[in-house]
Each structure stands twice: as structure tokens, then as C-alpha cells.
């Protein structure tokens, strides 16, 4: 499977994201390294694998159980 590099202002477009919000919010918190970004040869540029962000971006909203949103962007499963 041939698998899709983003930009972050690639990435934006396509969810919906202000770049910045992708950077300094999701990165790290619901975008993880490896899984749905890269950095290619080690540099400081960031990758975004379209096909996995796709596939994860819905799990979230599709969990049913119970959540209290925190102000670091976090939930508490009550």
C-alpha cells in the first residue's frame, strides 16, 4: 500500500485544522510519532501519513463511553 506524506498546511486543509492548532495541540496528544507522523532522515521536518490519520480520526468520536473534557486537552473516563 502506497501511503500519502503531508505538510502540516497540507494536512490543515484536509481536516479542518489551523496549523498551528495541529502542531501544538494534536502532535504528540492525538497525532502520534511513527504511527501518524515522520520525520524523514532524521531531520526537524514533520510528515503526516494521510491514510493513518483517515483511519484514526473517528475513533474518538465513535467511543461511546463516558469522558469529562480537561483544559490540557486531555479527558477523564468518569
Known amino acids: 500500500m ?3 506524506y503531508l505538510t502540516t498546511d497540507e494536512l490543515s486543509e484536509r ?10 495541540r494534536l ?14 532522515f532524521g531531520g526537524r521536518k514533520i510528515l503526516y ?9 473517528g475513533l474518538r468520536s465513535a467511543d461511546t463511553s463516558f469522558a ?3 483544559a490540557n486537552g486531555g479527558v477523564c473516563h468518569g
Not at 481536516?15 to 501544538?24: A, F, G, H, S
Not at 501519513?49 to 480520526?57: A, G, L, Q
Request: proline fraction near 8%; avoid cysteine.
Open 2 to 4: 502506497e501511503l500519502t
Open 15 to 24: 481536516i479542518k485544522y489551523d496549523p498551528r492548532t495541529i502542531r501544538e
Open 27 to 40: 502532535k504528540d496528544s492525538v497525532l502520534i510519532e511513527g504511527t501518524h507522523y515522520i520525520r524523514p
Open 49 to 57: 501519513i494521510w491514510e493513518h490519520i483517515k483511519r484514526d480520526m
Open 68 to 70: 469529562i473534557p480537561m
